[in-house]
């Protein structure tokens, strides 16, 4: 995924391409119009510099508006805040527009306008361009729209593709394939049975983790039905040392989570945690409704400097997807913190179904 955000244009750049080429474009049919009409004068083109350049320069104000304060809230007041911006935008476009006018009329560069019908043209001038500048500011708007959420999505699919090599690699680790296919070997004579159900587990995990299924969210019991077959692979090797146990209530089985999210949280709480002590520990996770919020707390025993290391690329990948997967929401996210020899990892997320 490095690769490519690394080829692909800054987003910035693009932005500036579109945003000048979209308005010198319309700058550019206006002015023909203009041209085309035999009582043309070279006035006109001012004119329309003045109503394309001031919208030009609104909608940029639109654009950091929207990316400073409304990015992140539900959807409904993205829109809202979009229309009524291009409201404001195009009437103050199309008042410079009449301002313009009646400066040049005043100051003899253009014809002059006699004072009884000033405010006549006035209004004339100012509702025609008004309009126009209002139909070009909403499909601006809603063209900026929707680029933002079509990248937001294929942002979560690269970051969902992203896990799921983080699971994969983790499932392909040469020390933890040896010791899966060692242990599954062991079993073989003295359990065979327990064997082939070990063996299918590691199989639907491989299968899991490359499932050409790119849904961004599944149902918890689909991912805890993963995160048990990982545990039953994993006890074969900690046997005793390795105690895990869920609690989750009954009804939140259905809702969605972003696929692989409990997956990688255990492997993280296994691989930082209970490895690393002699004596192992126990995971503990624990389900629940809060309002209408999911909350998953995942305790395993540990200290938080064994772990710290890990916060980069495997958590920051977990919470850029949940800021990708939930913009309109504040509440979810996920928090990591240590206390009394135990580290909890709580991930919050709005309640789906």
Not at 66 to 93: E, F, G, N, T
Not at 94 to 107: C, E, K, M, P
Not at 109 to 119: D, E, G, L, R, V
Not at 193 to 211: C, E
């Amino acid at each position: 995924m490095t690769s490519n955000l690394a080829i692909a244009p800054p987003e910035r750049h693009v932005y500036l391409l579109c945003q000048l080429s979209g308005w010198l474009a319309l700058y550019a049919v206006i002015s023909i119009a203009a041209w085309t009409r035999l009582t043309f004068t070279q006035v006109e083109l001012l004119y329309a510099l003045v109503l394309v350049g001031s919208s030009a320069i609104g909608s940029h104000l639109i654009r950091f508006g929207y990316k400073k304060r409304l990015r992140s809230k539900v959807i409904w007041q993205q829109v809202l805040y979009l229309a009524v911006s291009s409201l404001l935008i195009a009437a103050i476009a199309a008042l410079l527009l009449v301002v313009t006018a009646l400066a040049l009329a005043h100051f003899g560069i253009t014809n002059p306008i006699p004072a009884a019908q000033q405010w006549f043209v006035a209004r004339v001038v100012f509702t025609g361009n008004f309009f126009n500048m209002l139909m070009a500011l909403l499909f601006w708007s809603a063209l900026y729209f929707s680029i933002t959420k079509v990248r937001q999505l294929r942002q979560t699919n690269e970051l969902l593709k992203s896990s799921q090599l983080d699971a994969l690699k983790n499932q392909l680790n040469p020390h933890f394939l040896f010791n899966a296919i060692n242990n599954i070997r062991a079993l073989i004579l003295e359990d065979p049975q327990r064997a082939r159900t070990m063996l299918a587990r590691l199989a639907d995990m491989l299968r899991y983790s490359l499932s050409k299924d790119d849904k961004a969210k599944v149902t918890l019991s689909s991912e805890l039905a993963i995160v048990n077959e990982y545990i039953e692979l994993c006890s074969i090797q900690f046997e005793e040392r390795l105690r895990f146990t869920i609690d989750v209530e009954h009804n939140c089985l259905q809702a969605l989570v972003p696929k692989l999210l409990l997956q990688l949280c255990v492997e993280n709480a296994i691989k930082h945690g209970i490895s690393t002590d002699i004596n192992g520990g126990s995971i503990d996770v624990t389900i629940r409704q809060i309002d209408n919020l999911l909350d998953i707390s995942i305790v395993n025993d540990g200290s938080f400097d064994k772990v710290s290391n890990h916060q980069g690329v495997g958590l920051h990948n977990i919470r850029q997807r949940l800021a990708l997967l939930y913009p309109d929401s504040r509440h979810a996210g996920l928090s990591l913190y240590s206390e009394q020899r135990k580290v909890k990892t709580r991930i919050r997320l709005p309640l789906e179904f």
